[in-house]
């Protein structure tokens, strides 16, 4: 518990105290009225100073003026215990919500304690502990056994195993080495690490998360902004009907007026909507706090409502369903043996930084003899053409071949790289890209979960394309797309839905403006490029596509609970206002359909917080 916590649950032990004293002792007339008093104001002076200052600030009808109107009525009526009760109460349903928003708070802002205080560099033979924004790229930080990594880098020396938790709620640890890449925020567990850093702070893995975590409340659900609508319009409606039920009856009808100003203030006492106002933020605010627990950065209650709704899934494949790591899988050699064909291809391939060129580099082998190549030209597209020991040799996809009018096989079942020297065709090379372990079971997870269309739109042939496809049991691939119609595509996705949501999931720099244009849009974060972070509306942290259900199943737990609020409270709140009118609910019922509705609705808004 906070500080001021603990002061308003002292506040409502010894005003309760006080209470049960006043009732208790047998006193008459003022001295009953100031014995009663001094718990009431104990307890309630918070209330009336807030009600007094909004009034200043034209801020009329809110909870504290509806509180103070309902409990000094009851006084002026005599009615000292319910008033001082009605307050007590309300005090304790505003500690169980500040215990809850701060609980849900805490989940979330334990990402804060990712940031690092301190880093380490190495400059002039010694280290030296700066802060973390003093550092520059390429500066060679040290990060000792137990300290956070401040900044993202390349390992150039050491070993160590990593905790990711705070980063992608995954329990085990990430074994690194020399060469591996490595993102600020997570803790160095064992040996001396020497990172090369490749971001400034500004831009490194842990600023950014920080940011999305400051500005996740600022966007509000649908459901967040109706309420605080309804609300608006709801409190003045129900203070005028309070003051008409007072003064009508006895008017027209001749009835007791102290009867119906008491019903009149039982009715304002039920009719405070705080069970709503407060219950619905919180469970979004819980639900934000629960993803981020489980390595799923939401940047919204909007996204996390219009995810909750999601019918359609669109995936990018290399980075998001596969690992973006090319092999050489098969050798189809057609005028030479298989061992001239790989040679060839990466003799020809051999200043090629491309993925796939690499992949062709490392089934071979073996040292590259430069002294062999010359005249090389990349062919933007298509491949690569090089002379090799004299010989004029082309490698690349069908387009190249059919360029170089050469005559090739097309039956290829899969990303092909075609071999042809002076003009002959010598075989092709079968690439394929490793499917990441969890993709089977996200998009198994997602079916089960409802979701009714799940497709993949890649750049890939269609070979490639369609045997992913297959293996991961999507329902639709639409392959050989350049940027601009990965867009059309969704747009024509987008078309063809009926009434759900579309979610794009993507990582690459190329899949910035379809995450923009789906209606959420999901990153990859551990590995993804910064403008598919921004551009997107959520981000995974660790790259497992399998958390998209687990975010999807978050969103859905998340809107079941604001809707179990909603109707609860406006349920009994109606109920209890019609008895209330008719004479039937005393002070005590209007106390429970007020404060206790709300304590139940802040409990279960808690349960936001604990998704697996």
Known sequence: MTKKQKMTLARIILSGVLLVAAYLLPLEHWWKLAAFLVPYLLIGWDVLWKAIRNIAHGQIFDENFLMSIATIGAFVLGEY?????????????????????????????QLMDICPDYSNVRRDGELVQVEPDEVKIDDVIVVKPGEKI??????????????????TGESLPRTVCEGDEVISGCVNME??????????????????????????????????NFITKFAKYYTPCVVFGAVLLAILPPLLLGLSWSEWIERALIFLVISCPCALVISVPLSFFGGIGGASRQGVLVKGGNYLEALSKAETVVFDKTGTLTKGVFDVTAIYPVNCDEKELIEYAALAESYSDHPIARSVKDAYGKPIPQERISDVKELAGRGVFALIDGKQVFAGNDKLMKEADIEYSEETKGTAVHVAVNGKYMGHLLISDRIKEDSAKAIQDLKSAGIKNTVMLTGDEKAAGE????????????????????????EALLAEKSGGTLVFVGDGINDAPVLSRADVGIAMGAMGSDAAIEAADIVLMDDKPSKIAAALKISRKTMRIVWQNIIFALAVKLAVMVLGALGVANMWEAVFADVGVCVLAVLNSMRTMSTK
């Open 150 to 167: 401040p900044l993202d880098g390349i390992v150039t020396s050491g070993t160590s195993s990593l905790n990711t938790a705070a980063l």
């Open 191 to 224: 040996g001396l690490l020497e990172i090369k850093v490749t971001k400034e702070f500004g831009q490194s893995t842990v600023s950014k998360i920080l940011e999305l975590v400051e500005n996740s409340s600022a966007k509000k659900a649908r459901t967040e």
């Open 467 to 490: 045997a992913v496809a297959n293996a991961l049991k999507l329902d639709k691939v639409y392959t050989k797309l350049l940027p601009a119609e990965k867009v059309e595509r969704v």
């Open 81 to 109: 215990p319910e008033g001082v009760f009605v307050m007590l109460f309300y005090q304790v349903g505003e500690l169980f919500q500040s215990y809850a928003v701060g609980k849900s708070r805490r989940s979330i802002t």
